[in-house]
């Protein structure tokens, strides 16, 4: 019998590791994100999320504006403070993104208009893509729809961006305040891609090819030439 149980336990242990958890967690805190593209500021997509992945891709033109909107929220019931967040964007040199997260009118940093959190960019790499962001903190118990944090960033597409050109635009969580080791930790460990809260949004470039005009046949008006040749010959013979 105590075999069997100690045969038990050990096959609990070694399948734990293969179990996942949405999110970033530690201490009654689980934060869950969600990045949504837009061309209008309005009817928003997103690619990969922790939740609901829309696998949507925004297809654009060269000079096109897009939006990008980022949400946070806690399904936990501790608060979070001093989230720490990268980003990565692929083929950064064909979108300009000054505007990102910027404060004062129209602000960027509160989308979600509480005026209690806010977002804030520490570093971006224009030539490598790399970004480097945190958000003063988000409550417990918050959902997608109530209690979020929401911040943009405002871009524009590159006039000579060639066709077919994708633009990828991932963001992970990577830390937050006071996260320390539970017993959660030990018992159910969580895989590293999930555990660190990745969501994407995927931009595509397509530019719609012009076709050649068509030139439409005209019909045939008037004598035919041949006949106004052929008419005086035909005359001499008869």
Known sequence: MKKIIVAALAAIFIALPSLVSAGYSGDDIMLMTRLEVSKDNSTWVNYLAEENSGDQILTVLPGDTVYLRLKTWNTGDSDAYNVSYTGDF?????????????????AKNDLDG???YYYSMTSYSSTTGAAIFTLDGVVGSSTVDTNYQSGGITATVSSDTPDQTIMLVTVRITDIAGRGFTWRDLLFPRAHADDSATTQARILVSIPT????????LPV???DPIQLIMSPVMRLCQ
């Open 90 to 106: 692929t083929n950064p040199q064909y979108l300009s993104s000054s505007d990102m997260f910027t404060s004062g009118a129209g």
């Open 221 to 223: 008006t008037g004598p």
């Open 114 to 116: 509480d005026e209690t």
């Open 210 to 217: 012009t076709a050649a005009p068509v030139v439409p046949t």
